[in-house]
């Protein structure tokens, strides 16, 4: 099946420092991508959907120069959260959609983000 | 924003079926519904989705009701690694690029 990778699963950074996580698609090509937070206990929340060589469309209350997307291939979209604050600290995680699939997006397995 | 109403949390004994239940009255007519649930710390992992009529495969049924204002997610034989949060979403589906909302979904407990 479908299978979306998300790399660094953990990272932990500075505050002030930017820090880049990527989304790529294994085995099938994803014109769209979506990337989520979740905060401790809580559901995830749609940041910005992604859009293979265009610019992506935030979500309201997301702050676009926050949090850089960039989706240049077919199969890999980054996210880079700039100048991070311990605010920044989540579970960030990216969904892809197959563009033949019938079974719903594919999600990664989520990176860990801790800013000290 | 979400569109699905769920109860927070539910037990389940092992071995016994788990019935999760989700409102979404004001689904359209060309919104699915879809099914994931996520164990702690990972990303989603789908389960199910139907349009109108139930549907079964290895993991769970859906049963949708006729006027798709609500749906029940079946786990037939529920086992300790089937605890997690289970979101019910409504969506137009993936080949229109929609987006997934995220309720707050049902944290399932299973009891040895």
């Known amino acids: 099946g479908a299978v979306v990778s998300q790399h660094p699963s953990r990272v932990i950074c500075k505050s002030g420092t930017s820090v880049k996580i990527e989304c790529r698609s294994l085995d099938f090509q994803a014109t769209t991508m979506f990337w989520y937070r979740q905060f401790p206990k809580k559901s995830l929340m749609l940041m910005a959907t992604s859009n293979e060589g265009s610019k992506a469309t935030y979500e309201q209350g997301v702050e676009k120069d926050k949090f850089l997307i960039n989706h240049a291939s077919l199969t890999l979209s980054t996210l880079t959260v700039t100048s991070a604050h311990p605010e920044d600290s989540s579970f960030y995680i990216c969904s892809a959609r197959e563009l033949q699939g019938l079974r719903g997006y594919t999600f990664g397995s989520g990176t860990r983000l801790t800013v000290v | 924003d979400a569109k699905t109403t769920q109860p927070p949390s539910m037990d389940c004994a092992e071995g016994r079926a788990a019935n999760l239940p989700c409102n979404h009255s004001?689904?359209?007519?060309?919104?699915?519904v879809y099914w994931y649930r996520q164990i702690h710390s990972q990303g989603p992992q789908y389960i199910i989705h139907g349009l109108k009529n139930n549907e079964t495969n290895e993991m769970a049924s859906l049963i949708i009701t006729e006027d798709r204002k609500s749906s029940t997610l079946i786990l037939p034989h529920a086992t300790l690694r089937d605890t997690a949060v289970y979101y019910c979403i409504v969506s137009r589906g993936p080949n229109t690029g929609n987006q997934f909302y995220f309720g707050t979904g049902t944290s399932l407990t299973v009891i040895p």
């Open positions: 004001t689904i359209s007519g060309n919104e699915y």
